[in-house]
């Protein structure tokens, strides 16, 4: 036996080169793939960039839908209410002057006007207008920016000194559109003559938090103990409320001319802005193509005031990356695993899963990539099914061609799905084994012409090959006029030993309906020996040249053996101990003999496997197999008389039963010549 794994250590080293070398390529190609994905990644490309552009605006719409604004912030709109009521703008600058007034009696916290006074309108009514803004003492002016390609600024549109003096202080309203012209993301602050200059918006936040200034921090902003997350940039994405309309709105003509009680805008952060749509200051969200700039800006206060922002920096960046890696591997290795076919319908699960994470993520304010997971999901999908179909599924093609001729479809699939199963280089296992030969096959053959010979042969070996594949068998190898097949191999067969036992049933029923629907066939039967026990199965051969998959070892000798003893006694088929131990309460047995075999120093206990326990014997056979057993006993107890006259009278009623002939025999021949006093009951068998 260790002969025998020395032989296979070959072939086995093959094997294990073959696969350590398709797993590494798996892996390689694997790398390669996540290498690709996160490569694009970093250089952002415009395409991946706009499509996961497109799913933070679907985070809004169709994910988290719209939510309630803070109480503290509101809208005075310049709207079309206002512009019919008091004329075409832009009115008058003692317009304004009446309403910072009427702000401040009604006591708002601070005014925030996204409108800017570049010119001077007359020296009476700005002087009024200045005089209107320092008495509020909270009312913060607009100022726009124009900005070179590098993001130096270039000049800008402010207000005139005495306003800018009177004012609390200004807020830019520059924002940034992306390429596809939607706003994502607002400039908090504008370093501009060595001064660092809020937005608007940030400046509505600094006043309602009480904060004078705002620190500019790599990655954050710092707004007295509040800390607002920017990107690589300096750029704060926006955290959308809703379409248009979110924020409670008041028309200027009404507060202008005291219409909206005084407790509707005490202690609000107030923003003054145009809403008409004959004035343009329309800007593009994720929720409408239509919104009026004042909303963005009172949105970025509502988003720093009560600290609710979308997060982009560094944990995301690291968590987008471990997804690119996770999902991209895990759909590889899936398809790697599984056939394409199979894992395109786990591709769907993984993903899908995937995106129902980015938006609970996302509800949770932090951005993570959607595009960029599904990339490499679908990537590394299709390189791992061009990888199988190009290498693994050649190698299930390959078992196809090897097994299918001599395996039922039910293994090969099991072998094509789990390849390395069949450990082809040699391996252990438990095993049950037949060896079938048929009786009486050389008076045939010289009745009968060679070429209808083994034309007839043929029809009996489909027949025989059919219903061993039905049970589970392996065909290993046709023997002339017989045929070795086993069970347990390539691939592991639970309860093989009653597989096994099954199948000898079902051969003798199959044969006796052959030639009932083919009369004119010779009349084949067939004797049968059936074994269990470990042997070794793998290739063996000449490598490289003549292989074959089989099985070898004493398991597979003594089956050979109890094959050619079943013709010495005379029954269809001989059953070793260990396969009748394995099934004695499914199967009807007798008991034949103890005897040791050619080549054996071990006796062992043979078996006449009569039936299944299940369709069970007639009344006749159960009175046969009494009576057997009781001259058995008697003849291993050495009552030669009692065992002579049972098995004379067995013999008498059943005149075919080799058995109980050769027991008679035997009987009679110890009644004349006792065998000795250390007789141990034990046959000993002289030829193979």
Known sequence: MDQVSDDFSLPEAMIHYYSKKQNLAGFLLTLLTLVVVVALYYRQTPVLEGFEAKTYDLRFELGRGPVSPSPDIAIIAINDKSIAELGRFPWSRSTFTT???????????????????????????????????????????????????????????????????????????????????VNRRTMLLVPHEGKLVPSLGLQGAMAALGVKEAVQRPYSVRVGERRVPTDYYDTMLINFLGPPGAFPMYSFADVMKGRIAPEELRGKILFLGMTALGIYDMRVTPFHGNTPGVEINATICDNIIRGHFVRRSIPEVLLDLLFIIVVGALVFFSTFRFRPAHALLLL?????????????????????????????????????????FVILDRRSREIHSVFSSYVSKKIVDELVR?????????????????????????????????????????????????????????????LGDGLMA????????????????????????????????????????????????????????????????????????????????????????????????????????RELDRIRVVGKKIPITIYELLASGKEGVDDSIHKMLRLFAQGLQAYRDKRWQDATEIFAALCQRYPDDKPSQLYLERCRRYIDEPPPENWDTIFQRKEK
Not at 349 to 363: H, T
Not at 419 to 425: S, V
């Open 99 to 181: 309403l910072v007034d009427e702000v401040h009696k009604a006591g708002a916290k601070a005014l925030l006007m996204d409108v800017f006074f570049p010119e001077s309108e007359g020296p009476q009514v700005d002087k009024a207008f200045a005089a209107a803004l320092a008495r509020a003492g909270n009312v913060s002016l607009a100022i726009a920016f124009d900005f070179a390609p590098d993001g130096r600024v270039i000049g800008v549109t402010g207000n005139i000194p005495i306003l800018k003096q009177a004012s609390y202080a200004e807020g830019h309203i520059n924002f940034l559109p992306d390429k596809d012209g």
């Open 348 to 388: 769907p699960l993984v993903l899908g899963g995937y995106v129902a994470l980015a938006v609970v993520m996302f509800d949770k304010g932090h951005w993570l990539s959607i595009i960029y997971p599904l990339t490499s999901g679908i990537l590394a999908y299709t390189v791992a099914a061009g990888f199988r």
């Open 418 to 478: 789990h390849p390395e199963r069949a450990t082809i280089g040699g391996d252990h296992r438990q095993i049950t084994i037949l060896f079938l030969d048929i009786k009486g096959f050389t008076a045939i053959s010289e009745r009968l012409p060679a070429m209808e010979l083994v034309s007839t042969l043929n029809s009996y070996f489909a027949v025989l090959t059919k219903v061993i594949m039905e049970h589970d068998g392996t065909v290993d190898k046709f």
């Open 486 to 589: 086993y069970w347990g191999a390539p691939l592991a067969v639970e309860h093989h030993e009653a597989k096994g036992a099954a199948c000898i049933l079902a051969l003798k029923e199959a044969v006796a309906r052959l030639l009932e629907s083919h009369p004119e066939l010779p009349e084949f039967t067939f004797r049968a020996g059936l074994n269990s026990g470990d042997v070794v199965a793998g290739n063996i051969g000449a490598p490289g040249r003549k292989m074959e998959y089989t099985v070898i070892g004493d398991t597979v000798n003594l089956a050979a053996r109890l094959e050619g003893t079943a013709k010495f006694y005379g029954v269809d088929n001989l059953v070793s101990e260990s396969l009748y131990a394995a099934t004695r309460n499914d199967f009807i047995y």
